[in-house]
């Protein structure tokens, strides 16, 4: 089944401790992105990655990072998660200009920083 | 950057109802999707339609991409259609970013 996934799910921790969210997609897109959602402001996007080792900042890329190493994964770091980083978490990802635009979102991960 | 705006932003209907949702957009796009974001938070992908119309089930799509809007059909709405119905687009040359609108929050009453 052609899929993103996302983990974890759910997260709890405090501020200034190190977190990773993981993001893998198994559809061979060369297109990935992380979003964020909050109450107010929508979607918004983090950071994107057009394929392998290339990544670019979109509208809200302060205080992550984010890594493609391999085509399938593309990983979102919080070096020194803060509570206004609380918020829901999409990644996607897309085929781009070469297979066609449709993206796909991932179920989620809701971060709460305290 | 491009525009999204759609509406309306809230839409409360009985069951069996139908219903019309709009996207409108400020520039030429290579990509549109219609997203439902159900209670739990999922976005679920609806329809791909830069262009045309498309149908599945009780819910259509059309997009007019040279007057640069989309409608989304809900047919005989049920209570699981609530939740928020985005609408994203992907400018010429937004470089794959999807821009979101604000969303309609759709409640379908029993």
């Known amino acids: 089944e052609a899929q993103v996934t996302q983990n974890p799910r759910y997260l709890i921790t405090v501020t200034g401790k190190k977190l990773t969210v993981t993001c893998s997609q198994n559809m061979n897109h060369e297109y990935m992105s992380w979003y964020r959602q909050d109450p107010g402001l929508g979607l918004r996007q983090i950071y994107y990655s057009m394929n392998v080792e290339v990544t670019d900042k979109g509208d809200v890329p302060e205080g992550y990072k984010v890594s493609r190493k391999e085509k399938r994964n593309f990983p979102l770091i919080l070096e020194s998660p803060s509570p206004n980083q609380t918020s829901l978490y999409f990644c996607?990802?897309?085929?781009?200009?070469?297979?066609?635009?449709?993206?796909?979102f991932g179920p989620g991960t809701r971060l709460t920083v305290t | 950057g491009i525009q999204v705006e759609q509406s309306p932003p809230d839409l409360i209907l009985q069951e069996g109802a139908n219903s019309t949702l709009r996207c409108n957009f400020s520039d030429s796009v290579n990509n549109l999707q219609w997203f439902h974001q159900n209670p739990w938070g999922q976005l679920i992908n609806l329809f791909y339609i830069p262009s045309g119309t498309k149908q599945n089930g009780r819910l259509s799509a059309t997009t007019v991409a040279t007057e640069r809007y989309s409608l989304l059909y809900i047919s005989s709405s049920q209570t699981t259609d609530s939740g928020v119905y985005f609408c994203a687009v992907e400018g010429y040359n937004a470089g794959n970013m999807l821009t979101f609108g604000g969303g309609t929050r759709l409640m379908v009453k029993p």
């Open positions: 996607a990802s897309g085929g781009g200009i070469a297979h066609g635009y449709e993206q796909y």
